[in-house]
């Protein structure tokens, strides 16, 4: 590439834009575990400043996918020392050779944290949690019915955070953006809908209905049947389709 670029330049600014491209080697396999990075080979492949690159690096080390090691340089690590509920790392791995068997094991940390949020929120019987899922409910609805999935995807992101976050609990707000990562991960590359997308929303239905009469069992109950399902049409799912 050309001179030097501003770091802070473009959306996101280009030391973001680096950490994503060298983040997306690694977890798509193209720089496998062991693989040496070149300072040298990233400054001229992406157009930076070694300062730029070093801050890169630092980056990738706190995220753990690779380690400095003394006399040999930056070193690619096995996905096992990954930051694994990052939200990049899950982007990241959405597009490479593990994308199946990190969407099941995401669904399962789904399975074991939604359905207690859905109680938390049932018990706390908030107006503005309600007032929140309704909308978001109505935003895939419609979303639905005019045949936008991509709208819908993006409603249906806004409903999980607003379950999660309306169980106000410190911890679980934590995770919040790991599980709207999988959410993303999950709907990334789809164009359509599938057949069970009504029963679907039938299902957001009834949990948003028992969060709003304050019926803990039957919010923890809906909510888990919704995440059990989502991961019986996710990994039983052609190609394409969308839950």
């Given at each position: 590439?050309?001179?030097?670029?501003?770091?802070?330049?473009?959306?996101?600014?280009?030391?973001?834009?680096?950490?994503?491209?060298?983040?997306?080697?690694?977890?798509?396999?193209?720089?496998?575990?062991?693989?040496?990075?070149?300072?040298?080979?990233?400054?001229?492949?992406?157009?930076?400043?070694?300062?730029?690159?070093?801050?890169?690096?630092?980056?990738?080390?706190?995220?753990?996918?690779?380690?400095?090691?003394?006399?040999?340089?930056?070193?690619?690590?096995?996905?096992?020392?990954?930051?694994?509920?990052?939200?990049?790392?899950?982007?990241?791995?959405?597009?490479?050779?593990?994308?199946?068997?990190?969407?099941?094991?995401?669904?399962?940390?789904?399975?074991?944290?939604?359905?207690?949020?859905?109680?938390?929120?049932?018990?706390?019987?908030?107006?503005?949690?309600?007032?929140?899922?309704?909308?978001?409910?109505?935003?895939m609805t419609t979303a639905f019915e005019d045949g936008k999935p991509h709208d819908f995807a993006t409603a249906d992101t806004a409903f999980h955070?607003?379950?999660?976050?309306?169980?106000?609990?410190?911890?679980?707000?934590?995770?919040?953006?790991?599980?709207?990562?999988?959410?993303?991960?999950?709907?990334a590359g789809h164009r359509s809908f599938s057949d069970e997308t009504a029963v679907s929303l039938d299902r957001h239905r009834e949990l948003v209905?028992?969060?709003?009469?304050?019926?803990?069992?039957?919010?923890?109950?809906?909510?888990?049947?919704?995440?059990?399902?989502?991961?019986?049409?996710?990994?039983?799912?052609?190609?394409?389709?969308?839950?």
């Amino acid at each position: 590439m050309g001179g030097k670029v501003n770091p802070l330049s473009g959306p996101g600014g280009l030391h973001a834009r680096v950490v994503d491209a060298i983040g997306s080697r690694i977890a798509t396999g193209e720089l496998a575990p062991g693989s040496v990075l070149s300072t040298e080979r990233i400054e001229q492949d992406h157009g930076v400043s070694r300062s730029v690159v070093r801050e890169v690096l630092r980056t990738l080390t706190g995220l753990g996918m690779v380690q400095p090691r003394h006399r040999v340089g930056t070193t690619v690590l096995p996905v096992a020392a990954w930051n694994l509920l990052d939200p990049r790392v899950i982007t990241w791995r959405a597009a490479g050779p593990d994308s199946r068997r990190q969407l099941g094991e995401l669904l399962t940390l789904r399975e074991a944290l939604e359905p207690m949020a859905a109680r938390s929120a049932a018990a706390g019987r908030d107006e503005e949690t309600t007032r929140t899922l309704r909308e978001a409910l109505a935003g895939m609805t419609t979303a639905f019915e005019d045949g936008k999935p991509h709208d819908f995807a993006t409603a249906d992101t806004a409903f999980h955070e607003a379950l999660l976050r309306g169980a106000h609990n410190d911890v679980l707000s934590q995770l919040v953006q790991t599980v709207l990562a999988t959410l993303r991960a999950r709907y990334a590359g789809h164009r359509s809908f599938s057949d069970e997308t009504a029963v679907s929303l039938d299902r957001h239905r009834e949990l948003v209905d028992a969060v709003a009469a304050g019926d803990q069992a039957a919010a923890e109950a809906a909510s888990r049947a919704l995440v059990r399902e989502a991961r019986a049409e996710v990994l039983g799912a052609a190609e394409g389709d969308l839950t």
